[in-house]
């Protein structure tokens, strides 16, 4: 009996119905298609994945699949290596061409994806990926690449429509453990909400009014939480295209008299592209230091000193707070990310390679493309960017001035008033009992001196950038990813 054809459209990271050429194509070939997602074991054991992303997915998949309920149309998902999927697949139908979006992913999802496209020339099947967000594929240097994503911004947005072709019906062996499904199925009120319908949500209340403030409260790490766009989780799992959020706040802007804000808006989606476009020419951000001559600069292992910046135990009020914020809603603003960064590799001069993972697993908002190109500039591993040491006393003086979002998720410092809030370890005995706070009982004492270690940071990492493998691996780098015209304009 001969098999059906079909055609396949292979959801990743574009869990939406809309601004979606993959669904598109599949939808005009004139062939039933199947949309297939799949929770991959060896992924879901790798060091950069954790729970939340799993359940962000999950209900990101089953905001689909109810804004699909009208035309009778589902994503099927399946529990399975992707080449133990695909190879079953074929074997149940002629699968003619395979729909999706390319993966600026990492060295794990770019290792399966090498698997799988063997299988398909195997078998004559077509994989036709699509450009993801300007980001391109094959570059060797930045020219042009500005005028190319602006182009990529202009072209229309793909409205989906869904009808003509049918779907095909699969029983496939690849379910999902009910003890996972359990587990993902209860989504943290503490998270934001997963899906293509409150992506929409948050980028209308964005332009509507919350976003007046979004330049001036943006290093802010309470008031940013309101003030700035809070898309990175849809952005990142794809619930919607930075085009769709490009296009929607310049059409928003021409009834705005103050622009300002939404223009600085607009430049964070071009750095957004621009940073995973550095990962897609370098995958080997994720786990080597993108210069190599600072593989030889010899860092600390303190694994205590390791745990209690993971815990949110450091003893440094703002860093704690930061850490224990991650660990509760899986978002916290930029600076402060570059802030827990710094104070890893700089304080406590500890491999970034330490820390890597773990805020992986802690944003919400993961992004490989992004997480490891700014993880390593903000360690000073780079070679090419101003090393940038934060000062969380400072950090904290200037940014969380009344204490409100330190004494939020470090409530044991909430009778310590502002003035010393910050730096609790300069309390006076009198103080101490005053307050009715003990450093060492009640709050940790901090495990390093602020001044100290970024001294010795700064010295350490400014003097390694003498050494001839870095000054050659500088112009490596600065040939292949700065951009040859600064003032590129769309």
Same mark, same amino acid.
């Given at each position: 009996?001969?098999?059906?054809?079909?055609?396949?459209?292979?959801?990743?990271?574009?869990?939406?119905?809309?601004?979606?050429?993959?669904?598109?194509?599949?939808?005009? +070939?004139?062939?039933?298609?199947?949309?297939?997602?799949?929770?991959?074991?060896?992924?879901?054991?790798?060091?950069?994945?954790?729970?939340?992303?799993?359940?962000?997915?999950?209900?990101?998949?089953?905001?689909?699949?109810?804004?699909? +309920?009208?035309?009778?149309?589902?994503?099927?998902?399946?529990?399975?290596?992707?080449?133990?999927?695909?190879?079953?697949?074929?074997?149940?139908?002629?699968?003619?061409?395979?729909?999706?979006?390319?993966?600026?992913?990492?060295?794990?999802?770019?290792?399966?994806?090498?698997?799988?496209?063997?299988?398909?020339?195997?078998?004559?099947?077509?994989?036709?990926?699509?450009?993801?967000?300007?980001?391109?594929?094959?570059?060797?240097?930045?020219?042009?690449?500005?005028?190319?994503?602006?182009?990529?911004?202009?072209?229309?947005?793909?409205?989906?429509?869904?009808?003509?072709?049918?779907?095909?019906?699969?029983?496939?062996?690849?379910?999902?453990?009910?003890?996972?499904?359990?587990?993902?199925?209860?989504?943290?009120?503490?998270?934001?909400?997963?899906?293509?319908?409150?992506?929409?949500?948050?980028?209308?209340?964005?332009?509507?009014?919350?976003?007046?403030?979004?330049?001036?409260?943006?290093?802010?790490?309470?008031?940013?939480?309101?003030?700035?766009?809070?898309?990175?989780?849809?952005?990142?799992?794809?619930?919607?295209?930075?085009?769709?959020?490009?296009?929607?706040?310049?059409?928003?802007?021409?009834?705005?008299?103050?622009?300002?804000?939404?223009?600085?808006?607009?430049?964070?989606?071009?750095?957004?592209?621009?940073?995973?476009?550095?990962?897609?020419?370098?995958?080997?951000?994720?786990?080597?230091?993108?210069?190599?001559?600072?593989?030889?600069?010899?860092?600390?292992?303190?694994?205590?000193?390791?745990?209690?910046?993971?815990?949110?135990?450091?003893?440094?009020?703002?860093?704690?707070?930061?850490?224990?914020?991650?660990?509760?809603?899986?978002?916290?603003?930029?600076?402060?990310?570059?802030?827990?960064?710094?104070?890893?590799?700089?304080?406590?001069?500890?491999?970034?390679?330490?820390?890597?993972?773990?805020?992986?697993?802690?944003?919400?908002?993961?992004?490989?493309?992004?997480?490891?190109?700014?993880?390593?500039?903000?360690?000073?591993?780079?070679?090419?960017?101003?090393?940038?040491?934060?000062?969380?006393?400072?950090?904290?003086?200037?940014?969380?001035?009344?204490?409100?979002?330190?004494?939020?998720?470090?409530?044991?410092?909430?009778?310590?008033?502002?003035?010393?809030?910050?730096?609790?370890?300069?309390?006076?005995?009198?103080?101490?009992?005053?307050?009715?706070?003990?450093?060492?009982?009640?709050?940790?004492?901090?495990?390093?001196?602020?001044?100290?270690?970024?001294?010795?940071?700064?010295?350490?990492?400014?003097?390694?950038?003498?050494?001839?493998?870095?000054?050659?691996?500088?112009?490596?780098?600065?040939?292949?990813?700065?951009?040859?015209?600064?003032?590129?304009?769309?």
């Amino acid at each position: 009996m001969a098999k059906q054809q079909i055609n396949l459209v292979w959801l990743k990271r574009d869990l939406r119905t809309q601004d979606h050429l993959p669904l598109h194509l599949a939808e005009t +070939a004139g062939l039933p298609y199947l949309m297939l997602f799949l929770f991959e074991p060896a992924l879901l054991q790798a060091p950069d994945t954790a729970l939340r992303h799993l359940q962000f997915q999950y209900h990101s998949i089953a905001d689909m699949n109810r804004r699909f +309920a009208p035309v009778g149309r589902k994503v099927t998902t399946c529990y399975g290596d992707a080449e133990a999927v695909m190879r079953r697949l074929l074997q149940d139908f002629e699968v003619r061409t395979v729909y999706g979006y390319r993966e600026s992913g990492t060295q794990a999802t770019w290792n399966r994806d090498k698997a799988v496209k063997k299988l398909f020339d195997q078998e004559g099947v077509l994989w036709q990926e699509c450009q993801r967000d300007g980001i391109l594929r094959g570059a060797r240097n930045r020219a042009g690449w500005d005028k190319a994503w602006y182009a990529a911004m202009h072209q229309p947005i793909v409205h989906n429509t869904f009808g003509t072709a049918s779907a095909p019906d699969w029983s496939h062996p690849f379910l999902l453990p009910e003890a996972l499904e359990a587990s993902w199925s209860v989504y943290p009120d503490a998270f934001q909400p997963a899906g293509e319908s409150y992506a929409w949500r948050y980028l209308h209340s964005f332009l509507s009014g919350r976003g007046i403030h979004y330049s001036k409260h943006i290093s802010k790490p309470l008031e940013s939480r309101t003030s700035c766009s809070r898309l990175s989780p849809y952005l990142a799992w794809g619930n919607i295209s930075v085009r769709q959020a490009y296009r929607t706040t310049l059409d928003a802007m021409k009834a705005m008299p103050h622009k300002g804000p939404y223009q600085n808006f607009l430049t964070r989606l071009r750095w957004h592209c621009h940073f995973i476009q550095k990962f897609e020419m370098e995958c080997s951000y994720e786990h080597t230091c993108i210069n190599r001559g600072y593989e030889l600069l010899p860092y600390r292992s303190d694994e205590a000193a390791l745990e209690a910046w993971k815990t949110g135990r450091t003893g440094i009020p703002l860093v704690d707070a930061c850490m224990r914020c991650l660990h509760a809603t899986g978002w916290i603003n930029f600076r402060m990310r570059a802030m827990l960064v710094s104070f890893l590799t700089h304080h406590l001069f500890q491999d970034w390679r330490a820390g890597v993972y773990h805020l992986a697993q802690l944003f919400l908002d993961y992004e490989p493309g992004i997480h490891y190109p700014q993880f390593q500039m903000q360690a000073g591993t780079t070679g090419v960017n101003t090393v940038r040491i934060y000062n969380p006393v400072k950090n904290a003086l200037q940014h969380d001035p009344s204490g409100a979002f330190t004494r939020k998720w470090a409530p044991e410092l909430h009778r310590i008033p502002d003035a010393l809030l910050h730096e609790p370890w300069k309390l006076s005995a009198l103080e101490q009992q005053l307050y009715q706070f003990q450093p060492g009982l009640d709050y940790p004492h901090p495990i390093v001196n602020i001044a100290d270690g970024a001294r010795e940071a700064r010295d350490k990492i400014w003097s390694h950038r003498k050494s001839e493998l870095v000054k050659q691996e500088n112009r490596r780098i600065l040939a292949a990813h700065v951009r040859p015209k600064q003032n590129e304009t769309p």
